[in-house]
């Protein structure tokens, strides 16, 4: 319900981000990602992954260490709407090369780290 009536004060222009959080136990198949969803890994409580697709548009899946024992690793903290915020940047190393912040569920591009993004006619965008 609460992610239903973010969507919905999003449309009214209300509530601004660009990703929310959804829970589960297992790892996503990287085909069940949907573009502006974060899924947030977790198991017994412990959460383990945050993964998401690129919103550079290039379509890669990125896979989030939560596990506070490995390096690199990341966190991830929602708010009442499920609006992620992640620490550190997210960096990719792919011909993409987008660096960006998640903050409230905004991405935050870094400075020349956004790539030229082409608009397609089903609403989807695409790194060029």
């Known amino acids: 319900m609460r ?9 009214l222009g209300v509530l601004r981000f660009d990703l929310l959080a959804t829970a589960k136990e297992t790892f996503p198949d990287p085909a069940s990602l949907k573009p502006r969803e974060l899924v ?11 993964c998401f697709l690129c919103p550079g548009g290039c379509g890669a899946h990125i896979a989030l260490s939560l596990n506070q024992a490995r390096r690199p690793r ?8 499920r609006r992620p915020t992640i620490d550190p940047s997210v960096h990719q190393t792919n011909q993409c090369g ?5 903050r409230s ?6 400075q020349g780290c956004m790539p030229s993004l082409e608009s397609k006619a089903d609403g989807t965008i695409k790194a060029t």
């Open 3 to 11: 992610k239903w009536l973010a969507r919905l004060l999003r449309q």
């Open 40 to 50: 947030v890994v977790a198991d017994a409580g412990i959460r383990k992954w945050a």
């Open 74 to 81: 990341w966190q991830v903290v929602l708010d009442f709407w």
């Open 98 to 102: 987008c660096h960006f912040f998640i």
């Open 105 to 110: 569920g905004c991405v935050e591009w870094c």
